[in-house]
């Protein structure tokens, strides 16, 4: 007995056995799938409430964001402009105080050398109690000269 197939029948038939065999063998992917589907399924009816405040709110959400960001823009742009007005102000108030240090280290240095020569003439005319209370005054006049001058 010959049995005879012709091309036609050959090739449906392989393609029949190739579908039943991936069909086999993507049975128990598609029952994870399913099972998987089915638990997605819970989850969204569970939360449902709280996917359709987020939902609903999501507009506000967008509006707000796009002022934060028109108001960060804004605000960048005045910076722009305020800044170096900033910086140049703070420039010149720390010239100011450095030239007021420096002023106030003169007379200082002025005043301290005022000060030991006095001292210094005190001891070599008189070693008595007296000459303190002169030194004492002398300093006095010399620190009244010196605060009084800056005014």
């Known amino acids: 007995m010959v049995i005879k197939f012709t091309l036609q029948d050959l090739m449906l038939f392989l393609l029949c056995a190739f579908g039943i065999g991936a069909g086999a063998l993507l049975l128990p992917i598609l029952w994870n799938i399913n099972k998987m589907v089915g638990t997605?399924?819970?989850?969204?009816?569970?939360?449902q409430e709280s996917f359709d405040k987020t939902f609903r709110t999501?507009?506000?959400?967008?509006?707000?964001?796009g002022q934060i960001s028109s108001n960060v823009r804004e605000t960048t742009d005045e910076l722009k402009v305020s800044v170096p007005v900033i910086l140049q102000e703070v420039e010149c108030v720390t010239n100011a105080a450095k030239e007021s240090?420096?002023?106030a280290g003169v007379a200082i240095e002025?005043?301290?050398?005022?000060?030991n020569e006095t001292i210094a003439t005190y001891k070599n005319d008189s070693p008595d109690f007296m000459?303190?209370?002169?030194?004492?005054?002398?300093i006095l006049h010399i620190l009244?000269?010196?605060?009084?001058?800056?005014?």
């Not at 999501?58 to 964001?65: L, T």
């Open 58 to 65: 999501m507009p506000e959400i967008i509006e707000n964001m």
């Open 110 to 115: 002025n005043m301290g050398s005022g000060i």
């Open 131 to 138: 000459a303190y209370f002169n030194i004492l005054e002398e």
């Open 144 to 151: 009244y000269r010196t605060f009084s001058s800056n005014k």
């Open 101 to 103: 240090i420096e002023s």
């Open 40 to 47: 997605l399924r819970l989850l969204l009816e569970t939360n």
